[in-house]
């Protein structure tokens, strides 16, 4: 099995950062594409930045030139930097990631960390 551990979400006035981290663990021998995703209330979960295990990013038009997506593949670790948050940026934050293990490919999510951006 492989866990994800999301932290560093909380509340931020407008213009304001947060960095979110998400650690992965367990049976891994190779973790591939991860990606962050977010569902505000009432809302789908929409996906807002990928990132290969190579490092090459990809991010949803809301967030782009704000969000900086990240990782450190030997310390199995994922963030994802966001600045000049917006109210519209509130919600659950989660980290998705494709591993590898025993020739299967597994795709894991965390259980999310909350942002919440007050105007």
């Known amino acids: 099995q492989v866990q994800l551990v999301e932290s560093g979400g909380g509340l931020v006035q407008a213009g304001g950062s947060l960095r979110l981290s998400c650690s992965v663990s367990?049976?891994?021998?190779?973790?591939?594409?991860m990606a962050w995703y977010r569902q505000a209330p009432g809302k789908q979960r929409e996906l807002v930045a990928t990132?290969?295990?190579?490092?090459?990013?990809n991010y949803a038009d809301s967030v782009k030139g704000r969000f900086t997506a990240s990782r450190d593949n030997p310390k199995n670790m994922l963030y994802l930097q966001m600045k000049s948050l917006k109210p519209e940026d509130t919600g659950v934050y989660f980290c998705?990631?494709?591993?590898?293990?025993?020739?299967?490919?597994?795709?894991?999510w965390g259980q999310g960390t909350q942002v919440t951006v007050s105007s």
């Open positions: 998705k990631a494709d591993t590898g293990w025993g020739g299967h490919e597994y795709v894991s």
């Open positions: 367990g049976r891994i021998f190779s973790i591939n594409d």
């Open positions: 990132i290969t295990s190579g490092g090459s990013t």
